[in-house]
Nanobody, 123 residues
């Protein structure tokens, strides 16, 4: 079992930046890949960014590529999502997920989830 806790969300103006963190505990000795997803009110949960356990493979949704950066520090069991040039449409609850399959863009492929952190971008 892996427990995930997100933090770092908040209210920011359009054009601003935030850094989200996803701290893992429990069975962190396993090589889990991590993904960030988001869900806006009335919409389905969508993929944002993913990173393999080694950190050498990162991938993004087209809507955030060039603005968001995913990274990880395995010594701290933490994955980060650096978000820049935020837009109103980035407003959502952001979730991190973990899975042992490698690259995955579908939420159903993830086995463990955090509780989410709210990001609100005012225009």
């Amino acid at each position: 079992q892996v427990q995930l806790v997100e933090s770092g969300g908040g209210l920011v103006q359009a054009g601003g930046s935030l850094r989200l963190s996803c701290a893992a505990s429990g069975r962190t000795s396993s090589n889990y890949a991590t993904g960030w997803f988001r869900q806006a009110p009335g919409k389905e949960r969508e993929f944002v960014a993913g990173i393999t356990w080694s950190g050498d493979n990162t991938y993004y949704a087209a809507s955030v590529k060039g603005r968001f950066t995913i990274s990880r520090d395995n010594a701290k069991n933490t994955v980060y999502l650096e978000m820049k040039s935020l837009k109103a449409e980035d407003t959502a609850v952001y979730y991190c997920g973990a899975q042992a399959r490698g690259r995955a863009r579908t939420w159903a492929d993830y086995d463990y989830w955090g509780q989410g952190t709210q990001v609100t971008v005012s225009s």
